[in-house]
Each structure stands twice: as structure tokens, then as C-alpha cells.
């Protein structure tokens, strides 16, 4: 927006977090941009007080952008600006709504996804859509290669936007149909634990999608590892599900419920995001079995 003439008056982010070893508070990126660019900035813990409301309201905005906030905003604020609030959401609506739409797409397999540009309302994800842009998801695509992909096309969508309500010509927003709605539920540490039981083509879209967090992991002779890439090979088998299948040089080959997948990228505790071979001489030998 900055680029493009779009000063934003005030930039809202969520108050410092503790972070690093020292857990300082630190800014947020957004935060520290709109203070190296002399932006006012407001960091309310919540939206929902009648003071962070009324300083709002006394800013007179004529468009809120939102953009992974991360904070409820109640139907009084949705109401303050004069065009509403946009939101850039990280999908094809009304596909994963949600929190986790990014990931969620890879993990389902999905071939396409892309940006809406939201008229914000009191739903989850639910408002009508101004404006999208869609984009490819490629067979090799991680969690990481996708949100940035998807960051430039947002802003790219936003100017677009911006510059169709600047001149006068911005299109009617096009209500949602519930048809085809999905809700993409956060991402939980949890899930990231592997499931031989699993199939898979299933195994190795959840780790691309999980790249790079929460990262999936299983235990490999009594260790916590964390897998940051691997492939299905297509092959059957009839090995039991976590039995460790061949140990060569471009991967480790595991059963799992559905044909095989190769551990292409390991990660032993405290150490680095190493390639399979570096892993098999670190570690000498494996186990016969990864299941538990």
C-alpha cells in the first residue's frame, strides 16, 4: 500500500509479544514498518471494550483492510468505516473457511486455491467477495511456498481493489453460496504426529502442508524427529504399517496403511533439517519398525 500511495492512517496489530531466549517483547513486523514509516500505531488487547471502540470510531476511517489479525471483530466496529472492512483471505471462498486455509488446501489435495478480498461480516469467512485472484497449487508445495505465494497475490488483489474504489468503479460484492463451504480448523501440534496407519499419499501432503509448522514428526530409535519433506512412491506392499523398508541413500522408505512413503528430509533433536543420507550416517543404523 505504501508502494502504490495508499498511506494507511493508523495500523491496528495485537499488543508485543515475549519471544527469543530472553522472551523481550518484541513488535510485531507490521508494527515496526508503521513505526520506521511515522504510521500511528493502536494495539488494543481486545475490540470488544467500549474504549477501544470509541477510539476507533474517532479515527472516521473510510475503509479497514484486514489482514491475519487474529482478533474477533464485534458487528460495531465491522459498522464504524464508511466502505465496511475488507478481509484478505487465503482461499477460494467459500472453500476452508477458517483459520488454516493454507494448509488445509494441501493437505486435501486440492489442485487450485487462491485470494478473495472479503467484505467483512458477522460470520466466520462468510461475507460477500469483492474481488479474487486463483493460483495453481504444485505437486512439491509446502505450507511455507504457498503462503508466500499467496501474500503477493493478496496485496496484488488488494491494489486492485483499492484502485477500483478510488476511481469509482468497484464491483458489487458477490454473496457467498454455502454450496462447496468448508472450514479450514486451526492447526493443532497434535496432528503433526505421523499415523502409519495412514495412507501415504494422505502422510505426505500433511508434512508439506506442515512445513514449516507445526512440522511433522515420529520417533526413530527413541528419538523425536521431525520429517520436513518426503514423497509417496506409488509402490504396494504388504509390509505392516511403520516397518522400515530400505534405508538408500535418496531416502527411507517406510509401509504405511496405503503404499509406501520415502523420508526424503529428517531433523534429530537439536540438530539441523538434514537431507536422508546425512541422517543415515548420523545415525548409523534404524529400527526394524517406526511404529509404535
Known sequence: MLQHGYRPTTVYTQPDRPAG????LQASPVKQLAVESAINVMQPVSLREPEAIEALRALKPDLMIVVAYGLILPPEVLEIPTHGCW????????????????????????AQTGVCIMQMDEGLDTGAVLHRREIEIAADETGGSLHDKLAALGADALLHC???LKAGSLPQAEPQP????????????GEAEIDWNEPAIALERRIRAFN???VAWCTIGGERTRI???????????????????????GVSVATGEGVLKLLELQRPGGKRIRA????????SLPRSLAG
Open 21 to 24: 531466549r530472553g522472551r523481550q
Open 87 to 110: 478481509n484478505i483471505h487465503a482461499s477460494l471462498l467459500p472453500r476452508w473457511r477458517g483459520a488454516a486455509p493454507i494448509q488445509r488446501a494441501i493437505e486435501a489435495g486440492d
Open 162 to 164: 483499492l484502485d477500483a
Open 178 to 189: 454455502e454450496e462447496g463451504a468448508t472450514y479450514a480448523r486451526k492447526l493443532d501440534k
Open 212 to 214: 514449516p509448522w507445526p
Open 228 to 250: 520436513w519433506n518426503a514423497e509417496a512412491t506409488g509402490q504396494r506392499c504388504l509390509a505392516r504399517p511403520g516397518d522400515v523398508l530400505e534405508n538408500g541413500t535418496d
Open 277 to 284: 543420507r546425512d541422517y543415515l550416517n548420523a545415525v548409523q
